[in-house]
């Protein structure tokens, strides 16, 4: 059964301040890996998808690289700001039963303080 | 519509009450999932329908919970007897779903039902 795990579950940076969150999986056997964000009491909002083919996608001041054979994915957000606050969540969709279901880390909450 | 729209956004009920909750997908989108999320934990998959039919509901806890889409739009999860431990918030999320492994879900901003 695939297990996602994110560390550190909390962060907390001055604004400012380049920032990595880091994502492990134990199964490799993954179609894509999903990074979302989420706001307190929200529902997610999708960042970065990388495909199982690809080494790394960019969006803005994110950068999400992917290492499947080692099951790493990690989450570079470059001159964090206030408004970046949030929790990041990790997925990868699995490629069992036909379902394209995502398993979800349990997220790391980042604080940028001003 | 333009995002993926769920009713009711809070939902307290008693232990015992039957809830439904509904999910209005993003219109073409045949993928529809549902998720549940407990406080501090990341969201489980519950059930994926593509279409009217439910292609995946291994994640539904139990006969509790039950889950249809009759015309392969809008999606209602319906919980029996509700537990307090049904407590959570409950995530739709839909995708166009033809490209198997490139399927980006854009997720509602979820049903919180609390049951006392």
């Known amino acids: 059964k695939q297990e996602v795990t994110q560390i550190p579950a909390a962060l907390s940076v001055p604004e400012g301040e380049n920032l990595v969150l880091n994502c492990s999986f134990t199964?490799?056997?993954?179609?894509?890996l999903q990074w979302f964000r989420q706001d307190p009491g929200k529902g997610l909002t999708s960042l970065l998808l990388?495909?199982?083919?690809?080494r790394e996608q960019t969006s803005g001041r994110l950068n999400a690289s992917l290492d499947k054979s080692s099951g790493r994915s990690t989450l570079y957000i470059a001159a964090s700001q206030p408004g970046d606050s949030a929790t990041y969540l990790c997925a990868v969709t699995d490629s069992g039963a036909g379902s394209y279901q995502l398993t979800f880390g349990k997220g790391t909450k980042l604080s940028v303080i001003p | 519509g333009a995002g993926v729209s769920q009713t009711p956004s809070n939902k307290v009920t008693e232990k015992g009450k039957y809830v439904e909750l509904r999910c209005d997908p993003i219109?073409?989108?045949?993928?529809l999932y549902w998720y549940r999320q407990s406080l501090g934990q990341g969201p489980e998959f519950l059930i994926y329908f593509q279409g009217t039919g439910a292609a995946d509901d291994s994640g539904l806890p139990n006969d509790r919970f039950f889950a249809v889409r009759p015309e392969g739009s809008v999606s209602t999860l319906k919980i029996q007897r509700t537990e307090r431990g049904d407590s959570a918030m409950y995530l739709c999320?839909?995708?166009?779903?033809?490209?198997?492994?490139?399927?980006?879900?854009?997720f509602g901003a979820g049903s919180r039902l609390t049951v006392l």
């Open positions: 999320a839909s995708s166009s779903g033809r490209v198997p492994g490139a399927n980006v879900l854009t």
């Open positions: 990388i495909q199982s083919s690809q």
């Open positions: 219109s073409g989108h045949t993928a």
């Open positions: 199964d490799s056997a993954i179609y894509n």
